[in-house]
């Protein structure tokens, strides 16, 4: 294959407008959508106290990997069939497989939570009902994410942001009017599940018009095969951030969790939404051979600033967020820049694994290693520092293997010559 990367680099109209359309209205989504998202959490916080908001941060745990079971890499896998395939046949097949697929892996995933919920509920410390919350609004969250990916596959980026803003405004206004009816982490997740509902049947209104066919084995099969590694990335993805969850609640209470939740949300949350607004549009905008030298070199281009300016805005934005949760939540500045450095380097990992993984499936592979090893890392740091340091455990935890895996990515990428820009595609 011929190489891709040349020394100057020159951005493509084209993509240099998907990307700016993209992102703008991906920012204009994402950032109401942020907003409500941060009223939600600030009234859940308040008006639940650390120990009940501390619930709600448990099922969000629980509930996003049961998403990743429920939806196996089908989102992302459909994302780069329907940007790398334009035929509307071809498109129509992947759509229906998709969705057949997440049907069956979601039945298969009930029933084994009605079988067996209680029993990890009462292993993992949490209370019997969290574990069914959790697997509503998993179920919830992979039919939201699976409709929004056929739009970020077709680059519809204004509709996708639009889906985003009315989710989490539906979400907030449910949670409000179902916290003043009855306050509990329930009427929450409650809202939640019923809001993703919403932002999916939105993304079905807005979908182009597809030839949707009856499923085969050959249009399941590509998207098992590249699923599976999407899968084991995202998986570590997830691991990452429910990992100081779930042993903060197993050695301590779950007013730390709470505490664990308003410092979070105010860091790493934060570079979360960063994040989603730029992966949403760099990931399709990143594949294929031509896109993957350009997407090096806006990489190249914005890390010197990206560095200068993500700690102190991070800082920054969590003493805000704690100023909002209250005196229930006090600010300790150890613990502030604990899990600020933690949200730059969450940062970092997220955006290079995005490019890394949108290049092809060694890519994904090193996205994918380099995910296991941070998640490694947090769980052994975890086991030694959180049953006792607490929270302070779980901040150092995160970013010990945050760490870990940035320097691993910087080794692939090193190795692939791929920041220096002299590297074919293999």
Same mark, same amino acid.
């Given at each position: 294959?011929?190489?891709?990367?040349?020394?100057?680099?020159?951005?493509?109209?084209?993509? #240099?407008?998907?990307?700016?359309?993209? /992102?703008?209205?991906?920012? *204009?989504?994402?950032? *109401?959508?942020?907003?409500?998202?941060?009223?939600?959490?600030?009234?859940?916080?308040?008006?639940?106290?650390?120990?009940?908001?501390?619930?709600?941060?448990?099922?969000?745990?629980?509930?996003?990997?049961?998403?990743? &079971?429920? @939806?196996?890499? &089908?989102?992302? @896998?459909?994302?780069?069939?329907?940007?790398?395939?334009?035929?509307?046949?071809? =498109?129509?097949?992947?759509?229906?497989?998709?969705?057949?697929?997440?049907?069956?892996?979601?039945?298969?995933?009930?029933?084994?939570?009605?079988?067996?919920?209680?029993?990890?509920?009462?292993?993992?410390?949490?209370?019997?009902?969290?574990?069914?919350?959790?697997?509503?609004?998993?179920?919830? +969250?992979?039919?939201?994410?699976?409709?929004?990916?056929?739009?970020?596959? #077709?680059?519809?980026?204004?509709?996708?942001?639009?889906?985003?803003?009315?989710?989490?405004?539906?979400?907030?206004?449910?949670?409000?009017?179902?916290?003043?009816?009855?306050?509990?982490?329930?009427?929450?997740?409650?809202?939640?599940?019923?809001?993703?509902?919403?932002?999916?049947?939105?993304?079905?209104?807005?979908?182009?018009?597809?030839?949707?066919?009856?499923?085969?084995?050959?249009?399941?099969?590509?998207?098992?095969?590249?699923?599976?590694?999407?899968?084991?990335?995202?998986?570590?993805?997830?691991?990452?951030?429910?990992?100081?969850?779930?042993?903060?609640?197993?050695? #301590?209470?779950?007013?730390?969790?709470?505490?664990?939740?308003?410092?979070?949300?105010?860091?790493?949350?934060?570079?979360?939404?960063?994040?989603?607004?730029?992966?949403?549009? +760099?990931?399709?905008?990143?594949?294929?051979?031509?896109? =993957?030298?350009?997407?090096? *070199?806006?990489?190249?281009?914005?890390?010197?600033?990206?560095?200068?300016?993500?700690?102190?805005?991070?800082?920054?934005?969590?003493?805000?967020?704690?100023?909002?949760?209250?005196?229930?939540?006090?600010?300790?500045?150890?613990?502030?820049?604990?899990?600020?450095?933690?949200?730059?380097?969450?940062?970092?990992?997220?955006?290079?694994?995005?490019? /890394?993984?949108?290049?092809?499936?060694?890519?994904?592979?090193?996205?994918?290693?380099?995910?296991?090893?941070?998640?490694?890392? =947090?769980?052994?740091?975890?086991?030694?520092?959180?049953?006792?340091?607490?929270?302070?455990?779980?901040?150092?935890?995160?970013?010990?293997?945050?760490?870990?895996?940035?320097?691993?990515?910087?080794?692939? &990428?090193?190795?692939?010559?791929?920041?220096?820009? #002299?590297?074919? +595609?293999?």
């Amino acid at each position: 294959m011929n190489n891709i990367f040349v020394d100057s680099i020159e951005q493509p109209p084209s993509r #240099h407008g998907l990307l700016l359309g993209g /992102l703008a209205w991906t920012a *204009a989504g994402f950032s *109401a959508a942020r907003l409500a998202s941060l009223a939600l959490h600030v009234a859940a916080g308040r008006g639940l106290g650390p120990a009940q908001y501390g619930n709600v941060h448990l099922a969000i745990a629980v509930s996003d990997i049961l998403a990743l &079971i429920a @939806t196996l890499g &089908i989102p992302a @896998t459909l994302v780069k069939r329907l940007a790398d395939s334009p035929e509307p046949e071809k =498109q129509g097949e992947a759509v229906s497989a998709a969705f057949t697929l997440f049907g069956l892996l979601s039945a298969a995933l009930w029933l084994l939570v009605c079988l067996l919920g209680h029993f990890a509920a009462a292993g993992l410390r949490m209370p019997a009902g969290l574990v069914f919350w959790a697997m509503l609004r998993s179920s919830t +969250l992979g039919l939201f994410i699976l409709c929004g990916s056929v739009l970020v596959g #077709h680059s519809d980026f204004k509709n996708r942001g639009l889906a985003e803003a009315l989710y989490q405004v539906a979400a907030l206004a449910l949670a409000l009017a179902f916290l003043a009816a009855r306050p509990s982490y329930g009427s929450v997740m409650l809202a939640l599940s019923l809001a993703f509902i919403l932002g999916a049947l939105f993304c079905i209104r807005a979908w182009p018009r597809l030839a949707l066919a009856p499923p085969s084995a050959a249009s399941c099969r590509p998207l098992l095969e590249y699923g599976q590694l999407a899968t084991l990335w995202t998986v570590s993805s997830v691991l990452i951030l429910a990992t100081g969850r779930l042993l903060l609640n197993y050695f #301590h209470t779950g007013d730390e969790v709470g505490l664990f939740g308003a410092y979070y949300t105010g860091t790493v949350m934060v570079a979360m939404a960063l994040c989603g607004i730029l992966s949403t549009v +760099l990931f399709p905008a990143a594949c294929g051979d031509e896109a =993957q030298a350009w997407a090096w *070199a806006m990489l190249r281009r914005a890390a010197p600033w990206a560095l200068a300016l993500c700690l102190p805005a991070f800082l920054a934005s969590g003493a805000l967020f704690l100023a909002l949760f209250g005196p229930a939540y006090p600010v300790r500045w150890d613990w502030l820049a604990l899990f600020s450095a933690g949200a730059a380097l969450f940062a970092a990992k997220e955006l290079l694994g995005q490019v /890394l993984a949108a290049r092809d499936s060694d890519g994904v592979r090193i996205a994918m290693q380099g995910g296991f090893l941070t998640a490694a890392v =947090q769980l052994v740091v975890g086991l030694l520092a959180i049953p006792r340091w607490g929270l302070a455990g779980a901040g150092a935890a995160l970013g010990a293997g945050l760490l870990c895996g940035v320097l691993y990515y910087g080794r692939g &990428i090193a190795r692939l010559g791929l920041w220096s820009g #002299h590297a074919p +595609l293999a």
